[in-house]
């Protein structure tokens, strides 16, 4: 499975910015996936997963109530639609995809595949 993610760019604070993560090679629909992003300086942190059939999604404290993870499985496509964005969301964005035991995962070790990242730049 190869994973494109793109969307990522320079935004206010304040505004929206939705990012996807393109899927090929595997069976998409069967894939759980999720989001992470790398700040500087800090350690890769988990901002959303969503389960193989897109019915349950899951969020990190930080971004609940702003970010809205979403999987179109009839265009292997998965997408974060983030709202309200601050300037601690500035980091490279990752997705990620695979088969946890539970049909979701928000431990980085579960997933088998990741994308390049994108980069979100929130000025202030």
Known sequence: V?????????????????????????????????WYRLAPGKEREFVAAIDWSGA?????????????ISKDNAKNTMSLQMNNLKSEDTAVY???AGFPPVGWT???????YWGQGTLVTVSS
């Open 106 to 112: 928000m431990l980085a070790d579960e997933y088998d």
């Open 2 to 34: 190869q994973l494109q993610a793109s969307g990522g760019g320079l935004v206010q604070a304040g505004g929206s910015l939705r990012l996807s993560c393109a899927a090929s090679g595997g069976t998409f629909s069967s894939l759980a996936m999720g």
């Open 94 to 96: 990752y997705c990620a």
């Open 56 to 68: 349950s999604t899951y969020y990190a404290d930080s971004v609940k109530g702003r970010f809205t």
